[in-house]
């Protein structure tokens, strides 16, 4: 069954309307037909069952089956701190991340950053990323969106963590701790991952974020580009708290 995030005001009580993109997907593109089912989800966790009825040119109207109820969403939250990357490699770890269950992701502003996003120039390429986590959440059969924040200087970011939270930010040149023994300590319901970008961290910014309370660690000996390490990290750590796959 095709999947699709709408907005909550497009579904009222038992009746559907759908319009813009979406109503041109389901007309156009996969060319359905009145009595097709579709499943929506409005980004709160439920999932609607939906009949189609009746198309007209810029809409599309149905009648809602059964409401699903339940986000589906890992037992613990990952912010993914993402330094900020060139071409398409950002977009992937949104990808990879959103299918995997990253709950928010941060596009992290580093001193080695090549590619600089910054709030003010958000625009298209802010849709673009909304675009890769939507369909990728469609994709995966995720019912809830996960956020995405504006970019951050890296130092914002480490001054904003939780100190309740469980944090931690791989480094290549930590060789004292690695991932599973910095996850050994009191279990948290929310893991925040600091990735550095195509350059890696500098010495300053791996000790500012220690004396912030985020653990160095190690994901082993081998060099992994900043995406790689990434989603090595996010399953590693869904592995380790028993999420994966739930």
């Known amino acids: 069954m095709h999947r699709f995030f709408v907005p909550p005001e497009w579904i009222r009580g038992d009746r559907v309307l759908l319009r813009e993109d979406t109503a041109h997907q389901v007309s156009h593109v996969l060319r359905m037909s009145p009595g097709d089912e579709v499943a929506l989800l409005d980004g709160s966790g439920r999932e609607y ?3 189609l009825a009746a198309f007209a040119r ?3 109207e149905g009648r809602v089956l059964a409401v699903h109820e339940g986000d589906g969403a890992p037992s613990v939250g990952i912010v993914l701190y993402q330094g900020t990357l060139k071409g398409d490699r950002f977009q992937w770890v949104l990808q990879k ?3 995997l269950g990253v709950s928010s992701f941060v596009p992290l502003v580093c001193r080695r950053s090549v590619a600089r996003h910054t709030a003010g120039g958000r625009g298209g390429r802010r849709r673009r990323w909304m675009a890769t986590i939507t369909e990728a959440a469609e994709q995966c059969g995720a019912r809830r969106l996960p956020e995405l924040l504006e970019p951050t200087p890296f130092k914002a970011a480490c001054d904003a963590v939780d100190p309740s939270h469980t944090s931690i930010i791989p480094w ?5 701790t690695d991932l ?12 925040n991952l600091f990735i550095g970008p195509e350059g890696g961290f500098e010495p300053e910014e791996v000790e500012y974020a220690r004396r912030r309370g985020i653990a160095p660690v190690s994901l082993g000996r081998r060099i992994l580009r900043s995406e790689t ?3 090595a990290a996010v399953a590693a ?3 380790d708290r028993n999420a994966l796959g739930h």
């Open 97 to 99: 991340g959103t299918e």
């Open 237 to 239: 750590v869904l592995y």
């Open 229 to 231: 390490a990434a989603i």
């Open 49 to 51: 069952t939906v009949s």
């Open 58 to 60: 810029d809409r599309v």
């Open 172 to 176: 290549e040149e930590e060789a004292a």
């Open 180 to 191: 599973r023994r910095a996850l050994e300590g009191p279990s948290s319901h929310r893991v």
